[in-house]
Each structure stands twice: as structure tokens, then as C-alpha cells.
RNA sequence: GGCGCCGUGGCGGAGAGGCUACGCAGCGGAUUGCAAAUCCGUGUACUCCAGUUCGAAUCUGGACGGCGCCUCCA
């Protein structure tokens, strides 16, 4: 059974079937890195780090590309602001960016392309586009003329002839454009810019040139699979596929939408009122969420439902995706910080009593359809069940299955259950070690008033004590 | 207004023409000195109205509601 593949431009699952047999080039638009990361921008490299895991898994060779805008109006216009070198506000951010891949467990990525890195590429690709008549001159730069594009709207739905209707109602071309439909493949300078040399003038790249040239040089001209939010459809992907098709190239045989991360119902956009106040602002900057709910949390939030729905991020619901996540956590003990993964193949070798199996098996007939990752979790809270009842083999199944697709990392523990006193060998964990002891002895003289002010006093402290089987633990709450 | 997505139990969230999703919270029980954790049990859920069908939450049409996008400049 083929892994299915939901494809925007058909608007149906397909199986996906690679261009070269055996491997898949997958290209997902990387972000402008002119500020902060927030809360949306976690989800394209966590949602297609899980779908590259399992395509890998399913044994193909994955090619995942995810570029860095790093020249765009809104660099430029922060950088006049602040008086930063706009070389220095991308380094900053793209670092940021970088950072918080690393901590969300983000491994797939093979190629990371800047826009400043392909300049010349650009000219290069948008003087094909003069060439053939399908790019023109204006006075500020040059221009696609979209008119010239068979089935252009194609992807998002739109007819071209109402946009430039609805759009000329507006008032009269600028610029020497053609259309109010074309769009910018180079802008000339203007006085203060960052600039590079073309035939046109000196200048700068469009927005929607980039990935062309970027993905061309990194894929090639016709690719498996092209990713992005929702909110880029149009106009940047249907712009990517015309310059794509002009260029001579089939361009992205799949197109891959996720939808956004909301608060509370809908999406919080930079003119937001309540974004004027830096507390509310604050929970939706990518670095304090993953700070301050942990990268584990925020990976399993992420991927909890189906990536064609929005996930809403409000803190009611962060809250029940950590203690559900804890629950998994625990299940898996104390392989959570074992290293290693299991390749599928030998996953699916194992042998296994019949309601584990059953849970692998609908495990990876819901990664294979879709890359249904919320379908794939609840299988793994079936297994964790198996898990607490002492079943071994479901205990690593259950780790193993949860590591295709980027859960269950050395360390992940410690964002839902706390530091044991085993875990933390530091003064404090040793500290404990002795007031557990001291509270273990007044327990078996079965003085429970002293072992509960014990506990009562450390849970004012904000440590929770927890008694098992084999002796006490604790964690910070 | 145009295009697209969606309306599932207290909440989150899969699925899907007849078969327990799952999780959180709640309730009952087991275990525990008491808690926690864990285990067992527990929910007349599918916005509304028509239609197709032996049978629809699942398909079709309509209504209502929510969300996203609607190009340089933003």
C-alpha cells in the first residue's frame, strides 16, 4: 500500500509516486528572518520533519529543503528602523531559527539555501523569463506577466480574469505594469538598499523568484513535493508555479498545505490589538513557548491533530497536551532517554502478542495515509496502556514508533514529568535524596504527620513528592 | 464580494454510509497510611433543514456559523 499524499492543486489523495524512483525532493519556504520567531512558524519544520522521518522510514532517500529569505522590504525597512545592518538582522534571526529547530528535534532538513546565496541564479533565471517573453521591463524593475500563463490560479482556485478585473477597479496601472495581476521578479534600487548588479539596474529579487531559483538548483526543475502554510497558496505558491512552468519545468508534482496555529478560535496577526501589549505578545514569540511549555510539548501539540486542520494554541489546551504527553512519557520510562532508533523494517519484524501488533499496524496505516499524525498518536496511548501493564515488547514498540516520527527524544522527559531524584545528580537532587530518606524512615515508624508536613512543606517549595512501589520520587511542579 | 477550508460528547481532536478513535476533565471502583501515578468501569457526540438509502454524523442540496487567503506599495 502506497503512501498517500493529499495534493492541493488536485484536491485529492494521491499516492505519491517520486519523480526518481526511491527518492523524494521536498522544498518547504523557510521564513523572512527580520524578527522573532512565533508560535506558526514551528509548525511547517515540526509538521514536515514527522512526514520526512516517515518517508524515510518507508525507505526513501529525502531531500528536504527549507530556505532563509534574507533580503525582503521588511529586512530592509527594520533595518533602517533600528539602524542594524540588515546583514546583522538575518544572522541574528536565522540563528534564532536555527536554535529552535534544534531544540524542536527538527533532523531532516539537508538543505538550508539563502536567498543571498543565489543572487546571481536569480538574474539569471528571471533573463530566461525576459527571453521568452514572459517576464517585461517596467520602470522600477522587472515584471511576470501572468496573462501569458496557461492555468494560472490553477492552485488556489482563482480566475485570473476577475482578479484584474476586481483589481483594476482600483485605479490605474503603475509603473508601466501590464496587469495589476503581474508581479515583481527584480526591484530596482532605491536610495539606502542593499543592492546586487543585474541588466536591469541594480537591484534586488521578488519574493516569489526565490524559491523558484532555489528550489531549481537544490531539486531540480520538477519535484516530489512542495510544502508551505495555508496562508501562502496565494499568492506565493501559485506565482512559484507559473515562474516554474514558464521556466520549463513541470515544477512541484505535490502540493502540501498545513493550516495555522490559532489562539483560541482564530489566527492572531501582527496588527492584532492585544499584540500591543508585550505579556500577550510574549506567549506567541516560537523561543518563550518552547521555553516555557518545552520543546517535547510543543512538538506533540503540533502534530496531535491532522496538519489539514488548525491546532489552537491557547493555554487551556497546552496544559491537557502536557499531561497527556506525560502519561506517554511515563509509559516509556526510562528507554525515553536511551538513544538509538529502530529502523520500520525492523519494527515491523518484531514479534508481538496480538493487541500491540494491532496498534503498529494502525500506527503506520495512518502515517501512510496522509501522514495522519493524530490517528498515529492515539494508537501510541493503546500501547502505553500495554505498557503500564507490563508488557515489554509494547513498551519499546511504543518508544520505537513514537521516535519515526521525532517524539520520545533523550531528554523529552523532563518537559512533562520533572527531574527525579535519580535524574538529577546535582546538589539539589542530593538534598532530596536525604529528605526523602529522612521521610522514608518516618513512613516505616508510620509517623504520617512528620512524612506529610515533609511533603505538604516541599510542595509550598514547589517540589512534588510522589510514593511508589520502590521508593519516593519527586519533581518540580 | 471572490476562492478555499471547516462545523464531532464539558474541552481538545481522529474517523467515517451500519462496527469502542484517542486524550484532557468528571464520576464509580481497585491499589495506597493519605495523596500522586497506575489499572478497571463509566458518556443517547456528530450545527440546522430537506433529499438519496433498508440504514447518514458520514453522500447530495440548502440555511446558519467559524476560519484562512484575495498580488508591488503592506
Same mark, same amino acid.
Given at each position: 500500500m502506497p503512501i498517500q499524499v493529499y495534493n492541493t492543486l488536485t484536491r485529492q489523495k494521491q499516492p505519491l509516486t517520486p519523480v526518481q524512483a526511491g527518492q523524494v525532493g521536498m522544498y518547504l519556504c523557510g521564513p523572512t528572518v527580520y524578527d522573532d520567531c512565533h508560535i506558526g512558524h514551528l509548525m511547517g519544520p515540526v509538521l514536515y520533519d514527522a512526514v520526512a522521518r516517515w518517508l524515510r522510514a518507508r525507505g526513501l532517500a529525502?531531500?528536504?529543503?527549507?530556505?532563509?529569505?534574507d533580503i525582503d522590504d521588511k529586512i530592509i525597512a527594520r533595518a533602517q528602523a533600528s539602524g542594524e545592518s540588515w546583514q546583522d538582522i538575518t544572522a541574528h534571526y536565522t540563528a534564532q531559527y536555527f536554535d529552535l529547530l534544534r531544540r524542536l528535534h527538527v533532523v531532516t532538513i539537508t538543505d538550508h539555501p539563502r536567498c543571498t546565496g543565489h543572487v546571481p541564479q536569480m538574474v539569471d533565471y528571471i533573463a530566461d523569463l525576459v527571453r521568452s517573453g514572459r517576464a517585461y521591463v517596467a520602470e522600477d524593475g522587472v515584471y511576470y506577466e501572468v496573462s501569458q500563463q496557461p492555468g494560472y490560479g490553477k492552485l488556489s482556485g482563482r480566475? #485570473?480574469?476577475?482578479?484584474? $478585473?476586481? $483589481?483594476?477597479?482600483?485605479?490605474?496601472?503603475?509603473?508601466?505594469?501590464?496587469?495589476?495581476?503581474?508581479?515583481?521578479?527584480?526591484?530596482r534600487v532605491k536610495p539606502g538598499e542593499p543592492s546586487w548588479p543585474s541588466p536591469w539596474g541594480d537591484g534586488r529579487p521578488g519574493w516569489h523568484i526565490e524559491c523558484s531559483v532555489m528550489s531549481l538548483h537544490t531539486l531540480g526543475a520538477t519535484f516530489d513535493i512542495h510544502a508551505g502554510g495555508e496562508e501562502l497558496k496565494f499568492p506565493h505558491h501559485e506565482n512559484e508555479i507559473a515562474q516554474g512552468e514558464a521556466h520549463g519545468g513541470g515544477y512541484a508534482q505535490v502540493w502540501m498545505h498545513n493550516n495555522l496555529v490559532q489562539f483560541e478560535g482564530a489566527k492572531v496577526s501582527k496588527s492584532d490589538p492585544r499584540m500591543r501589549d508585550p505579556a500577550f505578545r510574549r506567549q506567541f514569540q516560537a523561543l518563550a513557548v518552547v521555553e516555557g511549555h518545552g520543546a517535547?510539548?510543543?512538538?506533540?501539540?503540533?502534530?496531535?491533530?491532522h496538519y489539514r486542520r488548525p491546532v489552537d494554541f491557547a493555554p487551556s489546551n497546552i496544559g491537557a497536551i502536557r499531561?497527556?504527553?506525560?502519561?506517554?512519557?511515563?509509559?516509556?520510562?526510562?528507554?525515553?532517554? $536511551?538513544?538509538?532508533?529502530?529502523?520500520?523494517?525492523?519494527?515491523?519484524?518484531?514479534?508481538l502478542p496480538a493487541e500491540g501488533a494491532r496498534h503498529r499496524e494502525r500506527f503506520v496505516a495512518a502515517m501512510d495515509d496522509d501522514f495522519n499524525t493524530g490517528a498515529a498518536i492515539a494508537e501510541l496511548f493503546g500501547l502505553a496502556a500495554l505498557a503500564a501493564k507490563g508488557?515489554?515488547?509494547?513498551?519499546?514498540?511504543?518508544?520505537? #514508533?513514537?521516535?519515526?516520527?521525532?517524539?520520545?527524544?533523550?531528554?523529552?522527559?523532563?518537559?512533562?514529568?520533572?527531574?527525579?531524584?535519580?535524574?538529577?545528580?546535582?546538589?539539589?537532587?542530593?538534598?532530596?535524596?536525604?529528605?526523602?530518606? #529522612?521521610?522514608?524512615?518516618?513512613?516505616?515508624?508510620?509517623?504520617f504527620a512528620t512524612s506529610d508536613l515533609i511533603r505538604d512543606r516541599l510542595k509550598e517549595a514547589g517540589i512534588a513528592v510522589k510514593d511508589a512501589k520502590d521508593g519516593a520520587t519527586w519533581e518540580r511542579a
Amino acid at each position: 500500500m502506497p503512501i498517500q499524499v493529499y495534493n492541493t492543486l488536485t484536491r485529492q489523495k494521491q499516492p505519491l509516486t517520486p519523480v526518481q524512483a526511491g527518492q523524494v525532493g521536498m522544498y518547504l519556504c523557510g521564513p523572512t528572518v527580520y524578527d522573532d520567531c512565533h508560535i506558526g512558524h514551528l509548525m511547517g519544520p515540526v509538521l514536515y520533519d514527522a512526514v520526512a522521518r516517515w518517508l524515510r522510514a518507508r525507505g526513501l532517500a529525502v531531500r528536504f529543503v527549507n530556505n532563509i529569505t534574507d533580503i525582503d522590504d521588511k529586512i530592509i525597512a527594520r533595518a533602517q528602523a533600528s539602524g542594524e545592518s540588515w546583514q546583522d538582522i538575518t544572522a541574528h534571526y536565522t540563528a534564532q531559527y536555527f536554535d529552535l529547530l534544534r531544540r524542536l528535534h527538527v533532523v531532516t532538513i539537508t538543505d538550508h539555501p539563502r536567498c543571498t546565496g543565489h543572487v546571481p541564479q536569480m538574474v539569471d533565471y528571471i533573463a530566461d523569463l525576459v527571453r521568452s517573453g514572459r517576464a517585461y521591463v517596467a520602470e522600477d524593475g522587472v515584471y511576470y506577466e501572468v496573462s501569458q500563463q496557461p492555468g494560472y490560479g490553477k492552485l488556489s482556485g482563482r480566475r #485570473l480574469d476577475e482578479m484584474v $478585473a476586481d $483589481a483594476e477597479k482600483e485605479g490605474k496601472l503603475a509603473h508601466g505594469l501590464r496587469s495589476r495581476a503581474d508581479f515583481a521578479l527584480w526591484k530596482r534600487v532605491k536610495p539606502g538598499e542593499p543592492s546586487w548588479p543585474s541588466p536591469w539596474g541594480d537591484g534586488r529579487p521578488g519574493w516569489h523568484i526565490e524559491c523558484s531559483v532555489m528550489s531549481l538548483h537544490t531539486l531540480g526543475a520538477t519535484f516530489d513535493i512542495h510544502a508551505g502554510g495555508e496562508e501562502l497558496k496565494f499568492p506565493h505558491h501559485e506565482n512559484e508555479i507559473a515562474q516554474g512552468e514558464a521556466h520549463g519545468g513541470g515544477y512541484a508534482q505535490v502540493w502540501m498545505h498545513n493550516n495555522l496555529v490559532q489562539f483560541e478560535g482564530a489566527k492572531v496577526s501582527k496588527s492584532d490589538p492585544r499584540m500591543r501589549d508585550p505579556a500577550f505578545r510574549r506567549q506567541f514569540q516560537a523561543l518563550a513557548v518552547v521555553e516555557g511549555h518545552g520543546a517535547a510539548v510543543v512538538r506533540f501539540l503540533l502534530l496531535n491533530g491532522h496538519y489539514r486542520r488548525p491546532v489552537d494554541f491557547a493555554p487551556s489546551n497546552i496544559g491537557a497536551i502536557r499531561t497527556a504527553l506525560g502519561r506517554l512519557h511515563r509509559a516509556v520510562g526510562d528507554l525515553l532517554d $536511551a538513544p538509538g532508533d529502530a529502523a520500520l523494517d525492523e519494527i515491523l519484524a518484531r514479534q508481538l502478542p496480538a493487541e500491540g501488533a494491532r496498534h503498529r499496524e494502525r500506527f503506520v496505516a495512518a502515517m501512510d495515509d496522509d501522514f495522519n499524525t493524530g490517528a498515529a498518536i492515539a494508537e501510541l496511548f493503546g500501547l502505553a496502556a500495554l505498557a503500564a501493564k507490563g508488557g515489554t515488547a509494547e513498551r519499546l514498540l511504543l518508544r520505537d #514508533l513514537g521516535r519515526l516520527i521525532g517524539l520520545f527524544q533523550p531528554g523529552d522527559g523532563k518537559d512533562t514529568v520533572a527531574p527525579t531524584a535519580a535524574a538529577d545528580d546535582g546538589t539539589l537532587g542530593k538534598v532530596m535524596a536525604l529528605v526523602l530518606e #529522612l521521610r522514608q524512615k518516618a513512613r516505616a515508624d508510620r509517623d504520617f504527620a512528620t512524612s506529610d508536613l515533609i511533603r505538604d512543606r516541599l510542595k509550598e517549595a514547589g517540589i512534588a513528592v510522589k510514593d511508589a512501589k520502590d521508593g519516593a520520587t519527586w519533581e518540580r511542579a
